[in-house]
């Protein structure tokens, strides 16, 4: 158990829809990271918060939107679902933002939310 | 062309075996080298990682960097049906704000008894 915790680990929806999927990261990191996973596009990082402040953004499509709260929870909100939208969104956790050195910045996994778009 | 490739396997080999997972990338700025492993419905955890070249060990698990080649590789020795896992190489710049790694698709590896 990393620590990470997500929720929800299933979520079956149509297209058109919106979703929201939420990430507790470990106790005392202050970082979280979402990535998305799928069969053809391998592990692909979306977006990272520090803090509460977005600090990095990757491959995330604009009808995907995150936010990270005061007590550091985040959550990653996909809209105008497609059924290529199908995938394993991870969330991950780091005690630091990129600062503070390689192993301050190890990045720990959930076990993932499974989204299927119908 | 991908920053990071890496095989998808699967790789079968029986119980005891060397086991040997590589990747290749064409970022020639990757300065920290890791190897994730993810157990099926799982989330990947890190298994190792090493800075620049080299080689490193854990047990079982031995790493290698070759930043001429931009090669990496990890060997597994005496492999356990418990290693039965996907196996994701991953790498990131040094600091300049962020460790964000870029990850390989994964190596399916199945060890049968």
């Known amino acids: 158990d990393s620590g990470v915790t997500q929720t929800p680990k299933h979520l079956i929806t149509a297209t058109g829809q919106r979703v929201t999927l939420r990430c507790s990261p470990r106790s005392g990191d202050l970082s979280v990271y979402w990535y998305q996973q799928s069969l053809d596009q391998g592990l692909q990082f979306l977006i990272q918060?520090?803090?509460?402040?977005?600090?990095a953004k990757g491959n995330i499509l604009e009808r995907f939107s995150a936010q990270q709260f005061p007590d550091l929870h985040s959550e990653l909100n996909l809209s105008s679902l497609e059924l290529g939208d199908s995938a394993l969104y991870f969330c991950a956790s780091s005690v630091g933002g990129g600062r503070q050195g390689f192993s301050g910045n190890t990045i720990y996994f959930g076990e993932g939310s499974w989204l299927t778009v119908v | 062309q991908k920053e990071v490739e890496q095989d998808p396997g699967p790789l079968s080999v029986p119980e005891g075996a060397i086991v040997s997972l590589n990747c290749t990338y064409s970022n020639s700025a990757f300065q920290y080298f890791m190897w994730y492993r993810q157990y099926s419905r799982k989330g990947p955890e890190l298994l190792m990682y090493?800075?620049?070249?080299g080689n490193k060990e854990d047990g079982r698990f031995t790493a290698q960097v070759d930043k001429s080649s931009k090669y990496i590789s990890l060997f597994i020795r005496d492999s356990q049906p418990s290693d039965s896992a996907t196996y994701l190489c991953a790498m990131s710049p040094p600091s300049g704000g962020s460790y964000i790694p870029t990850f390989g698709r994964g190596t399916s590896l199945i060890v049968h008894p």
């Open positions: 090493t800075y620049s070249s």
């Open positions: 918060y520090y803090n509460g402040e977005e600090r």
